[in-house]
């Protein structure tokens, strides 16, 4: 029995062996890419029953730019420790005090004109005593009639120019003292590193940006709406929002109204400050805000806030990806939208869509233009 067997699996495996070789000599072309799963919405009419919600943006509460008086190459950056335990130049999310070094440029040619203008102090010193020692003796036997009146004005000019030319070098040293300090980028006020600009050992100009700070113990939420809902708004009333990524609220007050609308979006553009406590809230969140229950005073078509991607160009524009049949195939093509208010977890679309087109709802930053995808449920 067992000669039998091994035969017999002596047998499957040869005729797995030219099974394989029969499909690898058939000529058959490799299948292509699989579709990529993902899953849809459709466009849908919304008519704000549950009350009116808007998407904000969480920006700091101040923001500037730490930039370079002096110029020259860059020379040192702030050291910090980073999470694996090693060394590293300042970047954005570190905190710092104000008056510190931030970056300095090379200080040596600076220096170097310090001392030139010291040198000169010293000479316009020392030719400034000649001077008035000088006056001092015209003066004397002019008071006693032993100078004429030419010599006299001789000694007083000369010593006019004397102190002239030492008030001079003097500021020129000042200035350049100046110029040295201004070698040194140092932090405004405490805050947060929002970016860094420069690297050690390139070469910057006057005025050059090497830093964005901001006040981020503070934060501002920014968001616009309609003159509808202005009556519903007053400064200093309280306000709380809420984000995808924490369960709890954020409660803050009306800071900011602007007492004019933007000329494209038509909206007026509100500030709610809210304190930042563990720097939990982040420069460029997306939050989301209740006011009041006002209902539209017309549907509006709406999508899920998932389904909006931005271009990789970074210009300030917006688009979804619609899923359309072509033939036997499901492709997903881009298409620019122009998006409203949010409500909630969706986002009115003013154009660019019509109501019961499908929108990639999750997928949408795995996609391109014209590929196809898997629709699952």
């Known amino acids: 029995m067992d000669g039998i067997r091994r035969d017999a699996g002596a047998m499957l495996l040869g005729l797995l062996v030219a099974a394989s070789l029969m499909g690898c000599g058939s000529g058959k072309k490799p299948a292509g890419p699989l579709p990529t799963p993902v899953t849809v919405a459709e466009v849908h009419s919304y008519s704000g029953e549950e ?171 920014v968001f616009g709406i309609p003159d509808t809902v202005l009556p519903s708004l007053k400064l200093g009333q309280r306000q709380s929002i809420q984000t995808e990524i924490y369960p709890q609220s954020f409660e803050g007050r009306v800071t900011a109204i602007s007492p004019q609308a933007d000329q494209k979006s038509r909206t007026f553009q509100v500030e709610v400050t809210l304190p930042n406590r563990g720097d939990l809230l982040k420069s460029g969140m997306v939050a989301t805000l209740a006011l009041g229950q006002a209902k539209l005073p017309a549907p509006v078509q709406v999508v899920p806030l998932s389904s909006i991607v931005s271009p990789s160009d970074g210009t300030n524009t917006f688009d979804v990806f619609v899923v359309v049949r072509e033939g036997e195939k499901e492709i997903a093509r881009r298409r620019p939208v122009q998006p409203g208010p949010a409500f909630g977890n969706m986002v009115s679309i003013t154009r660019g869509v019509a109501l019961g087109e499908r929108v990639i709802s999750n997928g949408a930053t795995l996609v391109s233009d014209g590929q196809a995808v898997q629709v699952i449920p």
């Open 51 to 221: 009350g009116v919600n808007y998407s904000a943006s969480i920006v700091p509460y101040d923001q500037v730019t730490v930039a370079f008086k002096s110029a020259g190459y860059v020379t040192q950056i702030l050291q910090r420790k980073g999470a694996d335990g090693r060394v590293r130049n300042l970047q954005a999310g570190d905190f710092v005090k104000k008056g510190t070094v931030l970056a300095t440029v090379r200080e040596a040619d600076y220096q170097h004109a310090v001392e030139q203008y010291r040198g000169q102090v010293e000479q316009a010193q020392a030719g400034a005593l000649k001077s008035q020692q000088d006056f001092a003796r015209a003066q004397a036997l002019y008071n006693a009639n032993a100078l004429t009146q030419p010599d006299y004005d001789a000694a007083k000019a000369q010593l006019d120019s004397s102190q002239g030319t030492l008030t001079t070098v003097k500021a020129s040293l000042a200035q350049a003292q100046q110029a040295l300090a201004d070698c040194e980028a140092r932090a405004p006020s405490d805050g947060q590193i929002l970016s860094r600009n420069i690297e050690i050992g390139a070469l910057v100009a006057t005025g050059t940006p090497a830093f964005t700070m901001g006040e981020t113990s503070v934060v501002k939420a």
